[in-house]
């Protein structure tokens, strides 16, 4: 694979989430929410592991493609439907990454591999699964934990932390103790830790 074939990728996976109808607004700039977020996560994958494979890279930034077209509420509200609803979004991810890859030429051992890595496979066990995962939840500590503060009482995000955290590698964990938190948030880290 060329450096040319890795842009035209990114570019595709950036095509299909400007067509986000979500928006979040960042530094006073409205974004397509996937568009966004596929942007920190590519940043915080240059940060973490500089040397991160091609698969890799576009495998974090395709992690949520088009996840407007599966919404959370088309499965049922409970424990079950949200473990449901996340198993079928990996492969929903992966599938819409897939059709780009084979669409743009890539070979089919690569292309099974960025699936591979979008569907978390061997968690722990695989280097690269686990330094996606560590990404994933680096972006989700970093700008998304901070809303969940409005939603939930402190044990529910107490909770949320502390599965964020056994997901995560040491080398993750030093990473996110690295981090600018609001002094609220950081201080409900440290409890849910137990630091």
Request: glycine share 2%.
């Amino acid at each position: 694979m060329t450096n040319t074939a890795l842009t035209l990728a990114l570019a595709q996976i950036n095509a299909e989430n400007s067509k986000d109808p979500n928006v979040e607004v960042h530094n006073e700039i409205a974004y397509p929410k996937e568009l966004l977020y596929a942007d920190r996560m590519h940043q915080r994958l240059l940060s973490f592991s500089p040397s991160a494979s091609e698969a890799l890279v576009i495998a974090a930034h395709a992690q949520h493609i088009c996840r407007w077209k599966m919404p959370r509420e088309t499965y049922p509200i409970n424990r079950v439907g949200y473990l449901q609803w996340r198993q079928e979004l990996k492969k929903f991810h992966a599938n819409v990454t897939a059709e780009i890859l084979v669409k743009l030429g890539f070979d089919e051992a690569f292309i099974h591999r960025v699936s591979f890595l979008i569907e978390k496979k061997e968690l722990k066990k695989d280097a690269e699964t686990q330094v996606l995962e560590d990404v994933i939840c680096l972006v989700f500590l970093e700008f998304y934990l901070a809303p969940f503060v409005l939603k939930h009482d402190s044990e529910k995000l107490k909770n949320i932390i502390l599965k964020t955290w056994n997901k995560m590698s040491e080398r993750g964990h030093a990473e996110a103790l690295k981090l600018e938190y609001a002094p609220s948030i950081f201080a409900l880290i440290k409890e849910a830790l137990g630091l």
